[in-house]
């Protein structure tokens, strides 16, 4: 039961272009959303988040879209640079006692200089 | 560096066998979760514990089991091994029981 999708196992992108990861989920319960980055041989590390009451977060190059209705979000970084090449996992917290967090399979981003 | 500490870093053993894998996680946090991840696959979460005690669970199997301490430090262990078990295992901390959580570097386990 994948209740956090994200259908693109990678995506190659030009130095300084927008690059754009999306995620879908079938659980409209879920109350906070989040995207974390992972380098080969390290843990993920937290990138932004956005609550369900909103519809956009931005934090520097980096900025998450949620779209309730249609149960989607996507993270756009602008501009996309060679250090941004990693995985990308996006994650959804289900309301309730805990912080599980149920994370999508990710999505392998390249940045081509 | 997360703060996060996870050790071993990698583990061989053979099916039918039992491993422990431990965490120390970032000084002040209170939380810790654990969280598998096999190949291919997104994170699933495991177990989480709040200074001491079990606060939430996942898809753990019965054959698993996790505590932490009074130093806050966490295991988990897992017994009767199966070749399905092999994946990377995650500890994480957050200082509460909710908010951002902070990753290891993983504990990769081999079941031969």
């Known amino acids: 039961d994948q209740q956090v999708k994200q259908n693109s196992p990678s995506l190659s992108v030009q130095e300084g272009r927008i690059s754009i990861l999306n995620c879908d989920y079938t659980?409209?319960?879920?109350?906070?959303f989040l995207w974390y980055k992972k380098y080969p041989a390290e843990g993920p590390t937290f990138l932004i988040s956005?609550?369900?009451?909103?519809d956009k977060n931005e934090d520097g190059r980096f900025t998450v879209f949620l779209n309730k209705s249609a149960k989607h979000l996507s993270l756009h970084i602008v501009p996309s640079q060679p250090g941004d090449s990693a995985v990308y996992f996006c994650?959804?917290?289900?309301?309730?006692?805990?912080?599980?967090?149920?994370f999508g399979a990710g999505t392998i981003l390249r940045v081509k200089s | 560096d997360s703060g996060v500490t996870q050790t071993p870093k990698h583990l061989i053993t053979a099916t039918g066998q039992r491993v422990t894998l431990r965490c120390s996680p970032r000084?002040?946090?209170?939380?810790v979760y654990w969280y598998q991840q096999s190949l291919d696959q997104g994170l699933q979460f495991l177990i989480q514990?709040?200074?001491?005690?079990?606060?939430a669970k996942g898809n753990i199997l019965e054959r698993f089991s996790a505590q932490q301490f009074p130093d806050l430090h966490s295991e988990l262990n897992l017994s009767s091994l199966e070749l399905g078990d092999s994946a990377l295992y995650f500890c994480?901390?957050?200082?509460?029981?909710?908010?951002?959580?902070?990753f290891g570097e993983g504990s990769r386990l081999t079941v031969l």
């Open positions: 994480a901390s957050s200082v509460g029981g909710f908010g951002e959580l902070f």
């Open positions: 000084s002040g946090d209170l939380s």
């Open positions: 994650a959804a917290t289900p309301p309730g006692y805990g912080n599980k967090l149920v």
């Open positions: 956005i609550s369900s009451i909103k």
């Open positions: 514990y709040y200074n001491g005690e079990e606060r």
């Open positions: 659980n409209s319960m879920f109350d906070y």
